[in-house]
């Protein structure tokens, strides 16, 4: 992607009239109501690990056990259809409405507890555009006026994780996050949440930081292999993609 075009759309979206930011047809500057129920919602995460199916504290991913150094994961969506277009706009394509709208799907229906929001570190070198996670730890501080801290640093770029199973993403990760010094309760945001093993690394520097108690906010889960077949989301086609590729 040419540096110029996340610049040139920030711009049209500046000048144009508002639009939804998903199917970018409707009047407003927030996700239209058709978009926002398009978006593929988890039914009963599971509060330690954020898998969807946690019935009466019964998780059949985790057993209750959750993310190593995390006490409570908070997240709202299935990273698939409609939703996994929007993260592409905000990610890929740059655009400032997707982006705002994400931070504030993110930040909804909360229920916080820490002393400061804290944004998973960005990739050294990573592509430009916004960083998602740092929108959303924004918002979240937004709204529930706690305050917002960049800590976290990486001391090297990991491989991608996409074609890593679980115990190779936790290699790959190990040792990856530096903190400097936070308070006891911290939330820590990021903004999709997949295996869990970037989350325990960020989470394990942010414990040698000072922190004794860590909440994870993420805005979607990668859906597993037995959960694709369940999920009732808009197709893709509905709606437009301007990224080229998901994130």
């Known amino acids: 992607m040419s540096a110029l075009r996340?610049?040139?759309?920030?711009?049209?979206?500046?000048?144009?009239?508002s639009i939804c930011p998903l199917c970018r047809t409707t009047s407003g500057p927030e996700l239209c109501a058709d978009c926002l129920a398009s978006l593929p919602r988890l039914q009963h995460p599971c509060p330690w690990c954020?898998?969807?199916g946690c019935v009466h504290g019964?998780?059949?991913?985790?057993?209750?056990?959750?993310?190593?150094?995390i006490a409570a994961v908070q997240v709202h969506y299935h990273y698939y259809g409609a939703l996994e277009v929007l993260v592409g706009n905000a990610k890929a394509a740059g655009r400032p409405a997707a982006v705002h709208a994400c931070a504030r799907l993110a930040a909804a229906d909360l229920r916080v507890h820490g002393t400061v929001v804290i944004p998973i570190a960005e990739t050294p070198g990573r592509?430009?555009?916004?960083h998602l996670a740092s929108a959303m730890a924004k918002a979240i501080a937004r709204t529930y006026a706690i305050p917002f801290r960049r800590t976290l640093s990486q001391t090297r770029r990991p491989r991608s994780q996409h074609?890593?199973?679980?115990?190779?993403r936790q290699r790959n990760v190990a040792g990856v996050?530096?903190?400097?010094?936070?308070?006891a309760n911290v939330i820590?945001?990021?903004?999709?949440?997949?295996?869990?093993a970037t989350a325990e690394a960020a989470a394990q520097a942010l414990r040698a930081a000072g922190a004794k108690r860590i909440e994870l906010v993420c805005l979607a889960r990668t859906p597993r292999k037995d959960e694709l077949a369940g999920l009732s989301a808009r197709p893709l086609s509905?709606?437009?993609n301007t990224s080229g590729n998901s994130p």
């Open 50 to 52: 954020g898998a969807a």
């Open 188 to 196: 820590l945001v990021d903004d999709l949440l997949t295996s869990g």
């Open 163 to 168: 074609s890593l199973n679980h115990a190779e």
């Open 177 to 183: 996050f530096i903190s400097t010094p936070v308070p």
């Open 127 to 130: 592509r430009p555009g916004p």
């Open 6 to 17: 996340p610049f040139a759309l920030a711009v049209l979206e500046l000048v144009m009239p």
């Open 238 to 240: 509905d709606v437009e």
């Open 58 to 69: 019964e998780c059949r991913l985790c057993h209750a056990r959750g993310l190593r150094g």
